[in-house]
Each structure stands twice: as structure tokens, then as C-alpha cells.
Nanobody
Framework: QVQLVESGGGLVQAGGSLGLSCAAS????????IGWYRQAAGKQRELVAR???????NYADSVKGRFTISRDNAKNTMYLQMNSLKPDDTAIYYC?????????WGQGTQVTVSS
């Protein structure tokens, strides 16, 4: 079993920054972080940023140039640095990973951006 715990969410004014962390614990051998997703109220969950095993990254068009995904394999932790936040970034943010054929989601962390 693997547990993913997100942290770092909160309330911030538009234009501000937040840094999210996703810490993995449990049977993390061969854990592969996939990326960050978010779900706004009344909307479907969407991909925000993805990181490959080789370290290449992809971002949703809406966050390109503002968000940065990274990971520290030694610490079993993935990060999402969010700058120039907009009210449209308000959502619950989830991290996603897999081990073998089983995938895991964190419980989510709320990010609220006020205008």
C-alpha cells in the first residue's frame, strides 16, 4: 500500500504564489509519480502538470509559464510551484502516482485564489 499526502494549499490573492507537496509513504519501491490534477467545483478533474520518469514535463495550456512540476525521488516527494495565480486556478489539487499496475491518488488539497 502507498499513501500520498498533499500539503501546501490555502487561500491566496490573485497574482500570488503557492507551493504544493505530495509526499509518498508505505511501499514506495518502484513508485512512479505521474503528475498533478485539479478539480474545480462543478467541473471534471483535469490534468495540470505531468512529469515523466525521465524528467520531461508537460503542462495544461492554462498553467504554462506559471506552474512548475518537479520531484525528489530520494524523498519520495513531488512538488508543484504555482506562481501568478488566478481565480480560475481555484480547485482541489490532487497528486497521482502508480506502483506496478496499481494507481494511487492523494486526498487533495484546496487552493483558493481570491480576486
Amino acid at each position: 500500500q502507498v499513501q500520498l499526502v498533499e500539503s501546501g494549499g490555502g487561500l491566496v490573492q490573485a497574482g500570488g504564489s503557492l507551493g504544493l507537496s505530495c509526499a509518498a509513504s508505505g511501499s514506495t519501491f518502484r513508485l512512479v509519480f505521474i503528475g498533478w490534477y485539479r478539480q474545480a467545483a462543478g467541473k471534471q478533474r483535469e490534468l495540470v502538470a505531468r512529469i515523466s520518469s525521465g524528467g520531461s514535463t508537460n503542462y495544461a495550456d492554462s498553467v504554462k509559464g506559471r506552474f512548475t512540476i518537479s520531484r525528489d525521488n530520494a524523498k519520495n516527494t513531488m512538488y508543484l510551484q504555482m506562481n501568478s495565480l488566478k481565480p480560475d486556478d481555484t480547485a482541489i489539487y490532487y497528486c497521482y502516482a502508480y506502483v506496478g499496475v496499481r494507481d494511487y491518488w492523494g486526498q487533495g488539497t484546496q487552493v483558493t485564489v481570491s480576486s
